[in-house]
């Protein structure tokens, strides 16, 4: 759809027809060439980074990517990065790779050919009304003239007459270009046209059959589990992880064990999160931050420290902290655990 839609139309728009671009490239390095070449990708460039903004702002809103583009670069590194990154992909993809992604890279095609069937819809060439081809007029020529409009604007030049293939990535331009002759010439529609490889030979066609039960119970399975772990979804990370160093400090008869808290805000907006101990009994639970605030996507790192009394102290035992965001419709949050150590008790290592 990118390549189609949009980059496609640019490199026409600048650099001509098919034929004229054919010109272009052949002709020796000049003044008009370089300045179309570096217009075309000055155009794809400002493109890519554009979409790339777009993508980024799916992930932050478009107020806070607005801010963030009048601001530098360094205040907010991973967003510059990601907008970096999906601008250079683009950019590369659709200026240089193209086609080239859905032959080599996308095992989408490859799982294709596996999935389909004789009464699978695809592209393909009416062999029994087009063939034996041959030039308009000749003696007993079906309605192919062979002009080969098809294979001339096929992006992964193969020839559509020749049966279904692999290269085919379905951009449909062999059926516009066959349809233009068809046309053309008076005759109808559909030499080159969207059917099962049963419809093109004239057999009895079936919509329902195995296959097809086969993969809506994939199809079904695969939404399940989808919505069942966008459900589970929590919109903020919060780790609980043991300070580096000692894994307990003994002090006036005093057994204290130091944590963190690690906080992660994935929403859009600023966010206050409440960090609230379960009590133990005969358990002390210092927090020196409980309310913590956060931009869009940033992180903060809040000690937390566990103090028993040494005489109470028989063994390891779980503390938890519960991390929730304050307001919102779903405020439920998350229970962080870490394990308490004493004297006894050495962390494993
Ligand atoms: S749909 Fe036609 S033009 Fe497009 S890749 Fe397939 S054969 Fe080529
Ligand atoms: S465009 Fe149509 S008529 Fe021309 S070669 Fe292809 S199938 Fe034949």
């Given at each position: 759809m990118f390549?189609?839609g949009?980059?496609?139309?640019i490199?026409?728009?600048v650099e ?5 671009r054919i ?11 370089l ?8 155009v794809?460039l ?7 903004h777009v993508f980024?702002s799916?992930?932050?809103s478009?107020?806070?990517?607005w801010?963030m583009?009048?601001s530098?670069?360094?205040d907010h590194?991973?967003?510059f990065a990601?907008a ?17 992604l859905c032959l ?9 050919s596996?999935?389909?069937?004789d009464?699978?819809i695809?592209?393909?060439?009416d062999?029994a ?19 080969k409009?098809c294979?001339?604007v096929c992006?992964?030049a193969?020839?559509?007459r020749?049966g ?9 331009a ?8 068809m046309d053309k ?5 559909g ?6 490889l049963n ?8 919509f329902?059959?195995?296959r097809?039960y086969v ?5 079904l ?12 979804h929590?919109?903020f ?8 160093g ?5 002090e006036a008869?005093?057994i204290r064990n ?5 906080l992660?805000?994935k929403r859009g907006?600023t966010?206050?999160?409440?960090l609230e101990p379960v009590?133990?009994?005969?358990v002390?639970f210092v927090?020196p931050?409980?309310k ?6 940033a992180?903060?790192?809040a000690?937390?420290?566990?103090v028993?009394?040494g005489g109470?102290?028989h ?8 991390v929730r965001r ?6 439920g949050?998350?229970?962080?655990v870490a ?8 962390p494993?290592?």
């Open positions: 390549l189609e949009l980059y496609r139309p490199e026409r728009l001509g027809s098919r034929e004229q010109r272009l490239e052949r002709a020796p390095f000049g003044l008009e060439k300045a179309k070449i570096a217009i075309k990708h000055a794809y400002v493109l890519s980074v554009f979409v790339a980024v799916y992930f932050v478009i107020p806070r990517l801010e583009m009048r530098h670069p360094s590194p991973e967003a990601w970096f990154t999906v601008t250079g992909l683009l950019y590369v993809n659709f200026a240089w790779f193209r086609e080239q080599i890279v996308c095992p989408y095609g490859r799982l294709q596996a999935l389909v069937d009464d699978s695809t592209i393909g060439y062999d009304r087009g063939e034996p081809r041959g030039k308009l007029g000749a003696d007993g020529a079906g309605d192919c003239v062979d002009c409009r294979v001339v992006p992964t193969i020839d559509i020749n279904m293939q692999l290269d085919c990535i379905g951009c449909t062999c059926i516009d270009a066959c349809d233009e002759v010439l008076g005759r109808k529609r030499l080159v046209r969207y059917d099962s419809g093109l030979m004239a057999k009895p066609k079936r329902l059959r195995s097809l993969y809506t119970f994939f199809g399975l695969g939404l399940a589990v989808a919505t069942f772990a966008f459900k589970k929590v919109d990370e919060a780790n609980l992880l043991r300070l580096p000692l894994p307990y400090v003994t008869g005093k130091s944590f963190e808290i690690h992660v805000n907006g966010e206050t999160f409440l009590p133990v009994q005969g002390a927090v931050l409980q913590i605030e956060l931009a869009s996507l992180g903060a790192r000690p937390f420290f566990v028993v009394d109470q102290f063994g390891d035992f779980p503390v938890s902290v519960h304050v307001g919102g419709e779903e405020a949050g998350t229970t962080v394990q308490f150590l004493g004297p006894s008790n050495q494993a290592r």
